[in-house]
């Protein structure tokens, strides 16, 4: 059917493909942003879960929600699809785009072969990417305009333009820093003998190590997970681990109470008793 439709119906239904796809990268930007608790529609299990490969540490880029730059990539993709109905020489740029997009799916599915479950809107979007980058290939053979120094030099406003729109989040995620210290709570906890048996598939453990930001490092915390780096399965499993993150007081080798589940800072001051730590 790609093969026989005219450049303007595949151009409007990049159009109509993108705000579909803005849409659900928009969900899945609240989905990384939202209470632990609160989790998503489609967590239909520990291998199919948008929430756990949402807001593992493979979500973010550079500090930048991966979600909100799939919603970057659909936004660029009307603009050029606009410019192409009216200019065939953003035609080669499609393509180009196309190809940008394919790479990040790559990305994303090592990342979900390494956290060992998959995403389903994630997929949703990966299959929207695919269908624009096999339309785009069709597209410019059909075309009469190649890639050439001239044609470039006529478009390149447009793609600065667009690359200018893709960075801004990079340089406002990137601005300032963590405005609280923590280092005082986080060696308080660790001299106190709080543990958090943690995994690198657990998207509430890396929304705690991002709440703690650099002061994580004084925190003591054990991978449970065989894949994770310096696992201690074992020791999880004799300290009969269920879920992670698990936060457990010990003293001298004997648990003394244990809390399952997202702890607030104001949380982690009770259940640690340092209740004064900075």
């Known amino acids: 059917m790609l093969f026989i439709m005219k450049k303007e119906s595949v151009l409007r239904l990049f159009i109509v493909l993108s705000v579909v796809g803005i849409l659900i990268s928009l969900y899945l930007v609240q989905n990384h942003y939202a209470p632990p608790s609160q989790g998503s529609f489609c967590d ?14 493979f979500s973010e ?5 991966v979600a909100l730059l799939g919603a970057l990539w659909f936004v ?4 050029l699809s606009l410019k192409a109905r009216s200019d065939e020489k953003f035609v080669p740029v499609i ?32 299959v929207l990417v695919l269908f624009v980058f ?5 597209m410019y053979r059909k075309s009469k305009v190649r890639i050439t120094v001239k044609n470039i030099k006529k478009v390149m406003p447009w793609i600065v333009g667009i690359g200018i729109l893709n960075i801004i989040p990079f340089v406002l995620f990137n601005m300032g820093g963590q405005t ?15 543990v958090m ?10 929304k705690t190590r991002a709440m703690f930001g650099d002061s994580f490092q004084y925190v003591k915390e054990i991978e449970c997970h065989p894949q994770g780096k310096n696992p201690q399965t074992e020791l999880c499993l004799s300290k009969k681990i269920e879920g992670t993150p698990t936060w457990i007081l010990e003293e001298n080798g004997v648990d003394i109470k244990r809390a399952v589940g997202f702890l607030s800072i104001e949380e982690l001051r009770a259940f640690s ?3 004064n730590a900075s």
């Open 273 to 275: 008793g340092c209740t």
């Open 134 to 138: 096999v339309a785009s290939i069709i």
């Open 61 to 65: 880029l550079f500090r930048v929600p």
């Open 180 to 194: 609280e210290n923590y280092d005082g709570l986080a060696q308080c906890m660790t001299q106190k003998g709080v």
């Open 197 to 206: 048996y943690g995994s690198f598939r657990c998207g509430v453990c890396a």
């Open 76 to 79: 660029s993709l009307i603009i």
């Open 44 to 57: 239909l299990g520990e291998t199919l879960s948008c929430s756990l490969v949402n807001t593992s540490v």
């Open 95 to 126: 393509l180009g785009w196309s190809i940008i997009g394919v790479c990040s799916i790559i990305y994303f599915v090592i990342a979900e072969i390494i956290l060992q479950a998959v995403c389903p809107l994630c997929t949703a979007v990966h």
